[in-house]
């Protein structure tokens, strides 16, 4: 896992924070989670299996994605390290509790995909998570693209990534990419899910409200002979090379979700969400500018922290996060000191000469 992450966070994803505290926020939700997910595996794991939170992860209208299933794991993991350069605990330290959260995740993991792997980077870039019948609806219901649809499309899909990033607090939580599943030798489908964009867990969701729908997919189609490579990253992310692949969308269908199928919506709703995005994103940014400086850290590690949580606790749970006492007190020593915050990332998961960013249970 550590081999996995030190490439992964190599790899860019989306706007570049540069407005809130997300350094902090990280470190503070990673903290918390390596405290916490121990203790709501083991109330999980008295309800439900693993196996029952890859069925949850399967469909399109869960907050239980494949992402948030992979930073479970992977911000757990985090969290240990954070603790380890703060010398707030040892590389020997809570073993028993490391491998009870782990294995849930190995074993959520491996069940939601469905190919005998964990995460992306094991199956040669791929994620194709979703049930052969969804993916039947989505191309079923596909129409052929033309230069102006095409031209809405990539606003559709700039506006939407900017709003979804700022609506989690300058984090990139709010999209899954999924596949590629194969049609035909020269067609590809390709789903960007985009799974809450009402942030409803959130103290800013009343700034949001009125947004046209609280979730919807994009499916398309590429053809894959003219890209040297369509991968998606560990963090459900779609790359491709070239990397303009917006400009070679084939066929393409925007649609709502519920229970039952995904429900195909006017292509006039590109452009509606597109102005929604536009028009809410301010209004967001300006909340977190009127709070106070510490109120905005922990408002912003609220997303880090009810993502993966989800995967094993009621939304009840991630509308009323509080941070972890121990977490919360080791926020004062890098409160105040960005570099400090991102130490973890930017220098010791990053360190020369070891190959993994995690150190080993046995130091």
């Not at 939700?29 to 794991?45: I, N, Y």
């Not at 948030?68 to 911000?75: R, V």
């Not at 949001?208 to 053809?223: D, M, S």
């Not at 400086?293 to 749970?317: D, I």
Request: glycine share 4%; proline share 8%.
């Amino acid at each position: 896992m550590g081999v996995k992450f030190r490439k992964e966070i190599l790899q860019p994803v989306g706007p570049t924070p540069t407005r809130l505290p997300v350094n902090q926020a990280f470190s503070l939700a990673a903290t918390h989670l390596f405290w916490t997910l121990p203790g709501q595996v083991r109330r999980f794991s008295s309800r439900a299996t693993p196996q029952a939170i890859a069925q949850r992860s399967r469909r399109l209208d869960t907050s239980v994605s494949p992402l948030a299933i992979w930073m479970f794991g992977y911000s757990f993991l985090v969290g240990r390290e954070i603790l380890l350069d703060f010398g707030v605990i040892k590389a020997t330290d809570y073993a028993e509790d490391i491998g009870l959260v782990l294995d849930c995740w190995n074993r959520s993991a491996t069940a939601a995909r469905a190919d005998g792997h964990t995460d992306n980077s094991e199956a040669g870039g791929a994620n194709p998570y979703l049930p052969s019948a969804t993916v039947r609806q989505l191309s079923a219901a596909l129409i052929p693209v033309d230069a102006e649809l095409r031209r809405v499309t990539s606003q559709f899909l700039s506006a939407l990534e900017s709003y979804t990033f700022i609506v989690n607090a300058e984090a990139h939580l709010g999209t899954v990419d999924s596949g590629p599943y194969p049609l035909s030798t020269n067609r590809v489908l390709i789903v960007r899910h985009f799974f809450d964009l009402t942030g409803r867990w959130y103290a800013w969701h009343e700034r949001v409200g009125g947004f046209p729908y609280p979730a919807c997919a994009l499916a398309f189609t590429l053809n894959p002979e003219e890209f040297r490579t369509i991968e998606f990253s560990d963090r459900a992310a779609l790359l491709t090379a070239p990397r303009n692949y917006r400009e070679r969308i084939q066929e393409l269908v925007l649609v709502r979700l519920d229970r039952t199928r995904p429900r195909p919506l006017p292509f006039t709703d590109l452009d509606r969400l597109t102005r929604a995005a536009k028009k809410t994103e301010p209004r967001v940014l300006s909340w977190f500018q009127a709070q106070a400086p510490h109120a905005t850290t922990l408002h912003c590690a609220h997303p880090w922290a009810v993502r993966p949580a989800a995967v094993v606790v009621p939304s009840e749970y991630c509308f009323a996060w509080q941070p972890a006492p121990a977490a919360l007190e080791l926020l004062s020593q890098y409160a105040r000191d960005d570099a400090l915050a991102a130490r973890w990332a930017l220098e010791r998961c990053l360190a020369p000469g070891r190959s993994s960013a995690f150190v080993p249970l046995d130091g």
